[in-house]
């Protein structure tokens, strides 16, 4: 207990770790305020639940083929910017749900917003190691997943409010909002930790960004704890997937669950 106060008031006092908690409070509201709003979306425009259902494997499937690039490119450039960058664009994406209404569309919007997803990953995780002393990263990563599942709880009863009582146009504009103040906030992080890594050593990215993924994969082939860490994490994603595919069209197909309150 008292090692855990002790990380947590030197985590209190670190000012550039608050604002990137703040914006990644931020992002996850919009993040579980998006997957609400295209769901209702898709529901309003083909009144299937089947249809809406693509939207749960829209992140397994950019995850198998970008994740081998989205950590190379989160070595390559500057974390901070970059994550702020991704939520710009995913604040423009969320607005151009309002302007496709069809069905193509925007299952192609969800697929880039997914990727986006997938892309700001390894920078989030970046941040926080350069953040974080070692042995405070452990705390940091809990704070940083305990605001993910209040967000995932408390998110998707608001956004069924909000679209109820303003509809469902007014959700995607709040949630474009929400992007852009996550990556204002991400401003406020210092500049500081982008200059030397923990042995005060200046670093630098690889020269090819391809040896750098043939790098990684030597890496996997040998490592028979990894390998098998990923292998049971995409079986799970892949039930998982099924499974709420499956039950969005019991839910609205069978059941004739309304996407309203």
Known sequence: MLFAGSCLTKIKNNNSFFSFLISQAISCFGDAFHFIAITALLIRLTG???SASFIVICTPISSLFLSPFAGSLGDRLNE?????????VKSFVILAFLLSYNVPATYMLMLVLASLDTISNPPEKKIITKLLSSRDIMTGNSL???IVGFTFIIGPMVCGIIIELWGLETIFMIISLLYFLSAAVLLFISDRMHTFNKTGTQTGPP????????????YFK???????????STITSLLIA???AAFYSFAFDILKVSNTL
Not at 80 to 88: D, M
């Open 144 to 146: 940083l997943t305990g």
């Open 48 to 50: 299937s639940g089947a």
């Open 207 to 218: 020269d090819n960004i391809f040896d750098d993924i043939r790098s990684g994969m030597r």
């Open 222 to 232: 040998h490592r028979t704890p990894v390998k098998k860490i990923i292998f049971i």
């Open 80 to 88: 901070k910017y970059f994550l702020a960058f991704l939520n710009l």
């Open 242 to 244: 099924s499974m709420n």
